[in-house]
């Protein structure tokens, strides 16, 4: 069976990607591992990107609004009023609506689905995929991959894992003494490079979570904080969180047969604060876009790919940071840097960052000593 274009994996990214060819007039299939790729529940912030990148974004799908993001270390805290809210969403119900979408364009979505490589012969390459038991060929000269961290398109590629790193967060109910439009984040370099986090939702419930190292022990932690803060578990939420490596590779061609990944698949993930929804839908749109011109992927990446580097630079020198040193950041964001901070959201911070080092002077030697101590310690 031939598509113009064949879309691995029922992410975000991928039903976005394979809705917009669709809509372009694209013969589009996607192909799905799981029956249910929605059933992991997962509570998560996005950015008005969102609405920047799917303009026309179901409005009753956001949860809750965020307002002010309250930052706290050992011994200080300061709140960051928002200018316009950040948005709480739900996994499952994400991809539900994006998987609705994509079937409203036409977009062949194939269920119990496994890649399991590519045929070469004299009329091209032929993609062989496993469909609820039985192996069958098809022909299309672009496939998209968007399956996940643990992406099989990588696997068979050749082009090499994407990182990750450990995601847990619980389920709980919110003190009463705690605002349902604000989101804490805590900082303990002690007990992650990350962060703690928690994500309000309905009904004065919420999350509370941490990223781990891979090696840590992350259900450990995250119980010895709620305990901290005399906070009970109601259920948990796990997962993997891809990590991006400005280096990596996200496209190539086995014979006639292009290849582009996207989403988790591409690493396609803001390292300061972990989250890829926003970025990983607009990678797919680039991959659209590099499709439907015959251009390469990389350029049309090019916006994105920046911004991504530039959160992955912050996040090197934040891992940088010791015992005690939040408080002193935290100390030099003053009413002016507020100001600045609420003007714009972490998916479009990369042109203008630098004015930080106008607002607040002492930013620089601190970013500096954090660059030199990630230099000498190699």
């Given at each position: 069976?031939?598509?113009?274009?064949?879309?691995?994996?029922?992410?975000?990214?991928?039903?976005?990607?394979a809705e917009l060819l669709s809509e372009a007039g694209k013969r589009v299939a996607l192909f799905e591992k799981e029956e249910d790729s929605a059933s992991c529940e997962r509570t998560y912030i996005v950015t008005q990107g969102l609405f920047r990148t799917v303009p026309d974004f179901d409005q009753s799908l956001i949860r809750q609004q965020i307002d002010c993001f309250n930052l706290i270390s050992r011994e200080d805290q300061v709140k960051i009023p928002l200018s316009v809210p950040d948005l709480v969403l739900e996994r499952a119900e994400l991809l539900r609506y994006f998987s609705m979408r994509a079937e409203q364009a036409g977009v062949e979505i194939i269920k119990d689905s496994e890649l399991i490589g590519?045929?070469?012969?004299?009329?091209?390459?032929?993609?062989n995929i496993r469909v609820q038991g039985e192996e069958r060929l098809y022909k299309t000269n672009n496939l998209i991959g968007a399956d996940g961290y643990n992406s099989q398109v990588r696997d068979l590629t050749q082009l090499g894992s994407v990182f990750r790193v450990p995601l847990l967060q619980a389920l709980v109910d919110f003190p009463e003494s705690w605002d349902g439009h604000v989101s804490n984040v805590w900082f303990d370099v002690n007990r992650t490079e990350f962060f703690f986090w928690a994500i309000p939702d309905r009904d004065h419930k919420g999350v509370i979570g941490?990223?781990?190292?891979?090696?840590?022990?992350?259900?450990?932690?995250?119980?010895?904080?709620?305990e901290m803060q005399n906070i009970k578990p109601i259920s948990y939420q796990a997962g993997q969180v891809a990590v991006y490596e400005p280096h990596i590779r996200n496209e190539t061609k086995i014979g006639n047969l292009r290849i582009i990944l996207v989403g988790d698949a591409a690493g396609q993930v803001k390292m300061t604060t972990v989250g890829g929804t926003v970025t990983g839908l607009r990678g797919s749109k680039a991959a659209v876009e590099a499709i439907l011109s015959n251009s390469p992927y990389r350029s049309k990446l090019s916006g994105l790919r920046r911004e991504l580097w530039l959160h992955h630079f912050l996040r090197t020198l934040l891992n940088e940071m010791k015992y005690g040193e939040y408080d002193k950041l935290i100390s030099q964001i003053t009413p002016a840097v507020q100001g600045f901070l609420r003007q714009y959201d972490r998916d479009e911070i990369r042109g203008h960052i630098w004015k930080l080092a106008i607002v607040q002077p002492e930013f620089v030697p601190l970013g500096l000593e954090l660059l030199a101590r990630k230099l000498f310690s190699g």
């Amino acid at each position: 069976m031939n598509y113009d274009v064949i879309v691995i994996g029922a992410s975000s990214a991928g039903l976005f990607a394979a809705e917009l060819l669709s809509e372009a007039g694209k013969r589009v299939a996607l192909f799905e591992k799981e029956e249910d790729s929605a059933s992991c529940e997962r509570t998560y912030i996005v950015t008005q990107g969102l609405f920047r990148t799917v303009p026309d974004f179901d409005q009753s799908l956001i949860r809750q609004q965020i307002d002010c993001f309250n930052l706290i270390s050992r011994e200080d805290q300061v709140k960051i009023p928002l200018s316009v809210p950040d948005l709480v969403l739900e996994r499952a119900e994400l991809l539900r609506y994006f998987s609705m979408r994509a079937e409203q364009a036409g977009v062949e979505i194939i269920k119990d689905s496994e890649l399991i490589g590519f045929y070469n012969n004299s009329t091209g390459t032929a993609v062989n995929i496993r469909v609820q038991g039985e192996e069958r060929l098809y022909k299309t000269n672009n496939l998209i991959g968007a399956d996940g961290y643990n992406s099989q398109v990588r696997d068979l590629t050749q082009l090499g894992s994407v990182f990750r790193v450990p995601l847990l967060q619980a389920l709980v109910d919110f003190p009463e003494s705690w605002d349902g439009h604000v989101s804490n984040v805590w900082f303990d370099v002690n007990r992650t490079e990350f962060f703690f986090w928690a994500i309000p939702d309905r009904d004065h419930k919420g999350v509370i979570g941490l990223i781990g190292q891979p090696e840590g022990q992350i259900r450990q932690q995250l119980e010895y904080f709620l305990e901290m803060q005399n906070i009970k578990p109601i259920s948990y939420q796990a997962g993997q969180v891809a990590v991006y490596e400005p280096h990596i590779r996200n496209e190539t061609k086995i014979g006639n047969l292009r290849i582009i990944l996207v989403g988790d698949a591409a690493g396609q993930v803001k390292m300061t604060t972990v989250g890829g929804t926003v970025t990983g839908l607009r990678g797919s749109k680039a991959a659209v876009e590099a499709i439907l011109s015959n251009s390469p992927y990389r350029s049309k990446l090019s916006g994105l790919r920046r911004e991504l580097w530039l959160h992955h630079f912050l996040r090197t020198l934040l891992n940088e940071m010791k015992y005690g040193e939040y408080d002193k950041l935290i100390s030099q964001i003053t009413p002016a840097v507020q100001g600045f901070l609420r003007q714009y959201d972490r998916d479009e911070i990369r042109g203008h960052i630098w004015k930080l080092a106008i607002v607040q002077p002492e930013f620089v030697p601190l970013g500096l000593e954090l660059l030199a101590r990630k230099l000498f310690s190699g």
